[in-house]
């Protein structure tokens, strides 16, 4: 068993405190995470650490999915979407258990742009930029075998449909494989850490930070040679003041809606009836998920939670595409909202949706290193590029082994499951998120092979996986980020949280009063993302 857990977690807090690193990375996002697992698997004496919980900004908060952006080849971005087919190919076969293929249909309508041979065009390119061709050929369908595919789907002036393929993943899932492979690998990872300032030497060059265990409100020192800066859009809080931000923050939402009501059979990209932007509609599991919006914000970065205006937005691109659905915000399973780390340009008129996805490194005269933008299905060439810097840096000439390194567990076949006593549906569940022996190990607590909700596959083994192997610390972690009830359950969980609370009350060794702020918190986050049903922000 390899322990990653609270105390895992407070072992490394003082290892920050007393070992000096190469390479201290700031920010447990998919980007912060891939560089730690990057220096880590180079030999490099590696810490990564993050305010929040893993996942618990932008990377959380994505459409799931692993894509080349077939979008942006509207705009001539070839070389984005060919390094990021190559990173989708490139993850799909080394983290099986984590990136799944995903088939789209992109239906073109007569009279509505895109037309259906400019979108063939699109596809062929799309697929011609695939180097090891991991997932099946695209192919065109007329319109009648669009309807058979699709049958609620409108079929008014419907020209015929492309379909192609793409990969779908849990993102927070595929954050936290990322960080724990780099603790395997030797990196020192610690959660709800936060920097509070950088340190410097006489000569005004970084030494490290001051850091704060966020849970104990203890303020400590941690050397490093180099800090790399993967905070997302919080990037130049930790920069030296400048007049021009390096990040233009656009929030994006996405909601969940029962899968019977929308009537969508495969995932779907679909052009807005307002904007011509592309909105995907996702099969996950029961739900549909629908996102994504894409509007510049100017708010507190730190609380960003769906509004009715943007709910609206995503609810008329469903209607418009399946006429029967009628969905409205009644329907609505859950919603969230999170914030794109744009790369700023020049172009003060650039619409939202036409900002670049490329990442960029910057090196302030500390010697800071900095990195911005990119997506999470580039995350690993991001921090390739990163890592390169730093060992240029630090006279290292290693090279990454990311490339052919597996990621996350191995497929087991699903009797392995089955035979520990549960039932199909939470079998399926657990192969893809767990390898039997980490259930196995938990089987005696109490009711382990229960559902946790009655109508969901999760079951209480989960939680104790998430204590001991996750870095859990808090009751948002599990029901949000590590087994998703905030998003799937009918009411997310609202009416387990308490048990949830008392159940990691007894590992973690919380009083009554912490189980109470636990259960309290959790209830204020489930009502602040619930406000866009009250008509207000």
């Known amino acids: 068993m390899t322990e990653f857990s609270a105390r895992t977690r407070a072992a490394n807090l003082d290892r920050l405190r007393d070992e000096a690193f190469d390479v201290l990375v700031v920010g447990g996002g998919i980007v912060g995470a891939g560089v730690a697992r990057d220096a880590a698997c180079r030999g490099l004496r590696t810490a990564l650490v993050e305010r929040g919980d893993f996942a618990s900004g932008t990377s959380g908060k994505t459409s799931r999915l692993i894509h080349g952006g077939l979008r942006y080849l509207r705009s001539y971005r070839v070389g984005l979407v060919r390094q990021a087919v190559r990173e989708r190919d490139l993850l799909l076969a080394r983290a099986p258990s984590l990136v799944h293929p995903l088939p789209f249909v992109i239906p073109a309508y007569r009279g509505r742009r895109p037309g259906a041979w400019f979108l063939r065009f699109g596809l062929f390119l799309y697929d011609f930029l695939s180097r090891d061709k991991t997932v099946p050929r695209r192919l065109w369908l007329a319109a009648d075998a669009t309807v058979e595919r699709e049958p609620r789907l409108s079929s008014d002036s419907l020209a015929g449909a492309g379909m192609y393929y793409d990969a779908w993943t849990d993102d927070a899932r595929l954050v936290l494989a990322v960080v724990k492979d780099a603790a395997e ?57 400048r007049g021009i931000p390096t990040i233009r923050a656009t929030k994006g939402i996405h909601i969940l809606l029962p899968r019977t009501k929308v009537g969508n059979r495969h995932a779907l990209a679909l052009t807005a009836p307002r904007d011509g932007r592309i909105v995907f509609v996702l099969p996950w599991n029961e739900l549909a998920l ?168 999760h079951v209480w083994a989960e939680v104790e996986v998430a204590i001991h192997e996750e870095m859990a610390m808090t009751l948002v972690d599990v029901l949000v980020r590590r087994l998703g009830l905030f998003y799937e359950a009918r009411d997310q969980a609202l009416g387990v949280a308490d048990e949830v609370a008392e159940r990691m009350a007894e590992t973690l060794g919380w009083d009554a009063s912490r189980v109470e702020r636990e259960a309290r918190l959790y209830r204020e986050r489930v009502a602040e993302h619930r406000k866009f049903r009250e008509n207000r922000d």
Not at 185 to 198: I, P
Not at 217 to 239: C, E, Y
């Open 290 to 457: 629908v996102g994504t919006t894409d509007t510049d914000f100017g708010g507190d970065a730190d609380h960003v939670v769906p509004n009715a205006g943007d709910v609206a937005y995503l609810l008329d691109v469903v209607n418009s595409a399946f006429p029967q659905a009628r969905v409205t915000t009644d329907d609505i399973v859950s919603a969230y909202a999170g914030l794109r780390p744009l790369l700023r340009t020049r172009r003060i008129d650039a619409r939202e949706s036409d900002i670049s996805r490329e990442h960029a490194i910057f090196e302030d005269n500390d010697g800071l290193i900095s990195v911005a933008g990119g997506k999470l299905t580039t995350h690993r060439s991001m921090a390739e590029d990163v890592v390169d810097l730093v060992s240029a840096r630090l006279e290292r000439t290693t090279a990454t082994p990311t490339k052919e390194r597996p990621l996350g567990p191995p497929i087991r076949a699903l009797s392995d499951f089955t035979t520990m006593g549960f039932d199909e549906a939470s079998a399926l569940h657990l192969q893809a998120r767990l390898a039997p022996e980490q259930v196995r190990r938990y089987l005696e607590a109490p009711r382990a092979r229960d559902r946790i909700v009655d109508d969901l596959p």
């Open 185 to 241: 690998a030797g990196a020192c990872v610690a959660n709800y850490t936060e920097v509070v300032e950088l340190l410097h030497d006489g000569g005004g060059r970084g030494t490290g930070a001051r850091l704060r265990d966020v849970i104990e409100n203890r303020t400590f020192d941690a050397s490093a040679r180099i800090v790399v800066n993967a905070t997302g859009v919080w990037l130049d809080r930790l920069r030296a003041p």
